[in-house]
């Protein structure tokens, strides 16, 4: 794939547009002030809640939702994704119209249909591969965070350029951006999360604690071993791959690696982590996770309070209370 950068965009066409940013929580601020600091017209549209005070106190004109899709360019969802269907079919569908530009930065709703915006409105996705405090850190000492970008509908014939001067001005051609589908990114991104970043992660260090613990190994040794080490892991990796990290850690830990690893995420978790693909890909998910929505996410709120009572929870909380006082 080819890696666009600053030369490879003019973002000339986003001079004359008023962009809306729609939230603003984590991406909807950092975004916003990202757009703002690159001289692009924002507003924020928001329902009532405590993020309304934060965003005028940072100095945005706030709207409710309908409002400042009436008023837009550019509409830019940056909602959660469970609430997002509802929020444009009550507040935002009425005012998309011919020439008007519907954004997101994940293709949830887009690709599983629950939000199917009409065929004269440009469909783009602007999706930057990072938190949004890192991307905003990244911006504020000039540089960014690389990103993808995707159309879906393009009527207007510009829907691309749209896309990409958007990214521009978020500073991600800084780093570099791919194209590719809101298909591709759906489906990669909510795979990642499940089986590696997140879930696969969690349970391969809960694991490992919970195996320690009880065969007899003090709590906070075992908390070091397998949680608070794997971020000195991770640096090592993201600053120059695993070949690198190989040649950091010690012989005996390397042989290990290469001797014992595979034994313990081998084939039977490669064939786990297919079947979790299809079910992203066929919507499976996405169904079950709008429906466990809709009840209230009990089995969400359940594990939310499951996890903070585990060992490796108050363990580690004890820990990095040490390394607070020693800074």
């Known amino acids: 794939m080819r890696i666009l950068h600053d030369e490879d965009v003019d973002d000339r066409i986003l001079r004359d547009r008023t962009v809306a940013v729609i939230g603003y929580g984590a991406q909807g601020e950092a975004q916003a002030k990202c757009l703002r600091d690159s001289s692009i017209d924002v507003l924020i549209g928001l329902r009532a809640g405590p993020s309304r005070a934060r965003a005028e106190r940072d100095g945005f004109e706030v709207l409710p939702v309908g409002e400042a899709a009436r008023r837009a360019d550019i509409v830019h969802v940056l909602i959660p994704d469970e609430v997002q269907a509802d929020v444009y079919n009550a507040e935002i569908k009425e005012h998309m119209h011919a020439g008007k530009t519907l954004s997101f930065s994940h293709g949830f709703n887009i690709c599983f249909r629950r939000i199917v915006p009409p065929p004269d409105v440009d469909v783009i996705m602007v999706a930057p591969k990072a938190p949004g405090t890192e991307m905003r850190k990244a911006y504020l000492d000039g540089f960014g965070v690389p990103g993808l970008v995707a159309v879906n509908q393009n009527p207007s014939g510009r829907a691309r350029e749209l896309a990409l001067a958007m990214a521009k001005a978020l500073h991600w051609t800084r780093a570099g951006i791919l194209e590719c589908t809101f298909e591709q990114e759906t489906y990669e991104d909510l ?3 499940q089986c590696v970043l997140c879930g696969g992660l969690v349970e391969l260090m809960k694991n490992g604690f919970e195996v320690l613990v009880e065969a007899g190994y003090p709590p906070e040794m075992a908390y070091f071993e397998c949680v608070h ?22 012989n005996t830990a390397e042989y290990g690696m290469w001797s014992v690893g595979h034994k313990i995420i081998g084939s039977d978790v490669k064939e786990r982590m297919k079947e979790a693909l299809k079910r992203v890909e066929n919507g499976e998910f996405a169904s079950e996770w709008v429906e466990e929505y809709k009840k209230g996410a009990p089995f969400l709120k359940m594990s939310r309070d499951k996890i903070s009572k585990h060992q490796i929870e108050t363990v580690g909380a004890e820990i990095r209370r040490l390394f607070e006082r020693a800074e």
């Not at 090592?236 to 190989?246: D, T, V």
């Open 191 to 193: 795979f990642g999360e």
């Open 229 to 250: 080490e794997m971020k000195l892991i991770v640096d090592l990796i993201w600053q120059g791959g695993i070949k690198r990290m190989a040649e950091v850690i010690s």
